[in-house]
């Protein structure tokens, strides 16, 4: 069976660090684009961080350009958040998409698989 699972959320004080992974199971990340999206309450799903299937990128939003850092390896992919700050509290998401090519993705709809979100909370 094919899909992502996700850990490390958790509650953080201002300031903290958090690191979440996300495991393929059934699949190799070799080939896929990534990405790593953010839901929090009553607001849109946004695109945090992405990296193209040949490790071209990778993109940040503003808001967390310096703070947060995408990797992978073949089998999980990993965002790492220092300087975590209250506005970053949401439900984090990570996605693949099968791409042969240099492009990244940072449109939710263009990804095929998702993991089933973690809950990171920053308290003030």
């Known amino acids: 069976q094919v899909q992502l699972v996700e850990s490390g959320g958790g509650l953080v004080q201002a300031g903290g660090s958090l690191r979440l992974s996300c495991a393929a199971s059934?699949?190799?990340?070799?080939?896929?684009?990534i990405g790593w999206f953010r839901q929090a309450l009553g607001k849109e799903r946004e695109g945090v961080s992405c990296?193209?299937?040949?490790?071209?990128g990778p993109y940040y939003a503003d808001s967390v350009k310096g703070r947060f850092t995408i990797s992978r390896d073949k089998n999980t992919m990993y965002l790492q958040m220092t300087s975590l700050k209250p506005e970053d509290t949401a439900v984090y998401y990570c996605a693949a998409v099968r791409s042969w090519g240099d492009s990244y993705y940072i449109n939710p709809d263009d990804y095929d698989y998702w993991g089933q979100g973690t809950q990171v909370t920053v308290s003030s």
């Open positions: 059934g699949f190799s990340l070799d080939y896929y684009a």
């Open positions: 990296i193209s299937a040949t490790n071209v």
